[in-house]
């Protein structure tokens, strides 16, 4: 991961990180002192849990609180005999460990969606058409791999520690969303959000001439991360997809994982990423041979 993706997901995360620290912090305030004092000491030492632990105890502690974070559980018998032929495709591709999980809401999108250190959530709704033979096994296969390569394209230690951390922005964020929904029917709200630069510029201007200059960086700050975070986040992701994709690529599913996300109703990709995932054909065709795997998968 080099040092621009990095920044990426800095300026992507940041905005999460400080507002929910803030939001730790009225938390505690409001708390009586004892209550809140003990906060501030519980909190550090179970996010230098989440961040750290790794094996043991400790590593199976916060792989359950992965699960619970990414709002999944454990696959049930049966559905892991309906995942069984995918598992086994898996192996044979050999790629790296991961832990499936299936999705407590039972959403058709996005089918398959990474999270955590090594989890791969997978949806029932997924589950139920391979049961039922509606979706192929090497389809489902590719598009775990992509999710896969998609983990281990970015470093995955602190995934889980941000991820309880930033619980409170989630929280605001789902909030936001509906009344976002909502507010999009309104033409004016609308009109609105799109002149938010030229009304935000103002509100700066007026501010710094009155005198206020606390308020006129507080605005112009709230004004710069909307447009900053969603442009980092997009690019952040375009560089992990296009990291995952090379990863299904060097497994020769790139055409596989196309047939995959039109099958799941996925976003048409751009002319750019189909040609990227269409180039392992040409260059089986030109070697004469698929390229060979050179990793392994240890199934949950």
């Known amino acids: 991961m080099g040092n621009g993706t990095r920044m990426l997901r800095l300026v992507a995360v940041g905005p999460a990180v400080v507002m929910s620290t803030a939001a730790w912090l009225m938390l505690t305030a409001l708390l009586p002192a004892g209550a809140g004092g003990l906060v501030l000491v519980v909190v550090p030492v179970v996010l230098a849990v989440l961040w750290f632990g790794r094996s043991g105890r400790v590593g199976r502690l916060v792989n359950q609180v992965g699960v619970l974070l990414a709002g999944a559980r454990e696959p049930t018998a ?11 495709r898996l192996v044979e591709l050999e790629v790296d460990p991961t832990q499936l999980l299936v999705s407590r809401p039972a959403r058709p999108f996005p089918t398959v969606r990474p999270f955590g250190r090594d989890q791969v959530v997978v949806s029932p709704v997924l589950i139920e058409v391979v049961r039922r033979r509606q979706f192929a096994v090497e389809h489902a296969a590719a598009l775990i791999t992509h999710d896969i390569g998609w983990l281990r394209a970015q470093p995955t230690r602190a995934a889980v520690a941000i991820a309880a951390w930033a619980l409170p ?7 936001a969303s509906g009344l976002g929904t909502a507010a999009r029917r309104v033409p004016l709200v609308e009109f609105a959000w799109k002149l938010r630069l030229l009304v935000g510029t103002v509100a700066v201007i007026q ?31 375009g560089r992990l997809q296009t990291a995952a994709d090379r990863y299904v690529i060097d497994r020769g599913l790139g055409p596989t994982l196309l047939g995959a996300l039109a099958q799941v109703g996925a976003p048409r990709p751009e002319v750019e990423r189909i040609r990227r995932l269409q180039a392992v054909v040409h260059a089986e065709a030109s070697s004469g041979s698929p390229t060979e795997p050179v990793v392994r998968l240890v199934p949950s």
């Open 207 to 237: 501010s710094a001439a009155e005198g206020r200059m606390t308020s006129a960086v507080l605005v112009a700050a709230l004004l710069a991360v909307t447009y900053t975070t969603p442009a980092a986040r997009r690019a952040h992701d």
């Open 78 to 88: 049966k559905e892991l005999e309906v995942l069984r032929p995918v598992i086994a």
């Open 169 to 175: 922005w989630r929280a605001l964020s789902t909030m």
